[in-house]
């Protein structure tokens, strides 16, 4: 910052003028908009002066004990690249992040926006009733995923994502990873449930091939399970076709597990 305040106004505007200034300076010079940029701060002095531009900032922990405003820290450069920066952006901008892609599908995170539709999607009888929060009325599922969208996002590379068509971007579905301990043990398992409107119609086939790749390819996960209940043909049905063999049965439920077999 202080290189290109002294090359556009001279050493007298480094010298005189405060962060904030100056950062009032390159944002007036360029036209930019406060939260179109991200900047890393290293001291408390700069932070404050960061928070009162508005724009956007991650942390970087090697000089100083970052505040509250901090969303993001690092430990050291090595591992910011340009994907990282953008993710972080997004992440403060509380914009949903594209996890995968087909040519007739897009997997990425809920936003607000989506939230009641995928409330809709989850009380269609079909799903409602294999679901293990279905007696949960509509006002809890809201909160719990506002919740969802603002604190767990942040800290995991999965999770809970939408399933949208890429030609309208229309939301038809979800598919998940989590870390869970349905077998007694820590485990990456996979969900998924798809509007009634577009059953038999191979896009969840599609999704689960996409996110089981990326569970591996991008992730590192060695192994995905899935439960579903005995009684859910369609998802056993889905399951055996996307690589995934049934390794037992509990309490009603058939436990399938994929060692990415496609």
Same mark, same amino acid.
């Given at each position: ?114 939230? %009641?539709? !995928? #409330?809709?999607?989850? =009380?269609?009888? /079909?799903? +409602?009733?294999? *679901? ?73 086939? %599609?999704? !689960? #091939?996409?996110?089981? =790749?990326?569970? /591996?390819? +991008?992730?590192? *996960? ?41």
């Amino acid at each position: 910052i202080e290189s290109f305040i002294f090359n556009e106004y001279g050493k007298a505007e480094v010298v005189e003028k405060t962060v904030e200034e100056k950062l009032n300076l390159i944002l007036e010079k360029f036209l930019f908009k406060a939260d179109s940029l991200l900047i890393t701060v290293s001291s408390e002095n700069t932070e404050k002066a960061v928070v009162k531009s508005g724009i956007p900032m991650i942390g970087f922990n090697g000089k100083y004990k970052p505040g509250f405003e901090i969303g993001f820290v690092i430990e050291g450069f090595e591992e910011v690249s340009a994907d990282f920066m953008i993710k972080a952006w997004k992440r403060i901008n509380r914009l949903p992040i594209l996890i995968t892609e087909s040519k007739r599908l897009l997997i990425k995170e809920f936003s607000y926006e989506n939230i %009641e539709s !995928v #409330i809709d999607i989850m =009380e269609e009888p /079909h799903i +409602i009733k294999y *679901i293990p929060d279905g007696r949960d009325n509509r006002a809890l599922r809201r909160e719990k995923l506002v919740s969802y969208i603002e604190n767990v996002y942040k800290f995991y590379d999965f999770g809970m994502w939408g399933v949208f068509l890429k030609e309208t971007e229309e939301l038809i579905g979800s598919i998940s990873i989590d870390l869970k301990e349905t077998t007694g043990k820590p485990e990456y398992e996979l969900g998924f449930f798809v509007k009634k409107d577009f059953l038999g119609k191979g896009y969840m086939k %599609e999704a !689960v #091939i996409l996110v089981t =790749e990326y569970a /591996h390819k +991008i992730s590192g *996960i060695k192994k995905l399970i899935s439960i579903t209940s005995t009684k859910n043909r369609e998802a056993i049905r889905l399951l055996l076709k996307t690589g995934f063999i049934k390794i037992g049965i509990k309490d009603g439920m058939y436990i399938f597990e994929n060692n990415f077999r496609f």
